[in-house]
Nanobody, 125 residues
Framework: QVQLVESGGGLVQAGGSLRLSCAAS????????MGWFRQAPGKEREFVAT????????YYTDSVKGRFPIFRDNIKNTVWLQINSLKPEDTAVYYC??????????????????WGQGTQVTVSS
């Protein structure tokens, strides 16, 4: 399995931005579709965004469309989630995840095999 390490979380005021990073190691990064999920206190983990192996296809949950672009660099073995126009309800631990797939263009909202340890994002009002 690929190993994933997230970074970039922190405390930010409403309306602010952060860039979350997820560095992969151990396996060929370009073999994996990638996703970001989040878990708020007292809630279940939820899907946020996903990107295909090639980076050409992306998909977002409705609440973050237009605010949280996802992108990747298969040379740097990194996927990012740019989180903009933050709201207090975006407060959560954000996790990146990897799913090995033969398809270079498919994206996935579930079924991920590898997970990072998470990075905390706290948005103050």
């Amino acid at each position: 399995q690929v190993q994933l390490v997230e970074s970039g979380g922190g405390l930010v005021q409403a309306g602010g931005s952060l860039r979350l990073s997820c560095a992969a190691s151990g396996r060929t990064f370009s073999s994996y579709a990638m996703g970001w999920f989040r878990q708020a206190p007292g809630k279940e983990r939820e899907f946020v965004a996903t990107i295909s192996r090639s980076g050409r296809s992306t998909y977002y949950t409705d609440s973050v469309k237009g605010r949280f672009p996802i992108f990747r660099d298969n040379i740097k073995n990194t996927v990012w989630l740019q989180i903009n126009s933050l709201k207090p309800e975006d407060t959560a631990v954000y996790y990146c995840a990897a799913k090995e797939t033969y398809s270079t263009t498919s994206y996935y909202t579930g079924g991920y095999e590898s997970w990072g340890q998470g990075t905390q994002v706290t948005v103050s009002s």
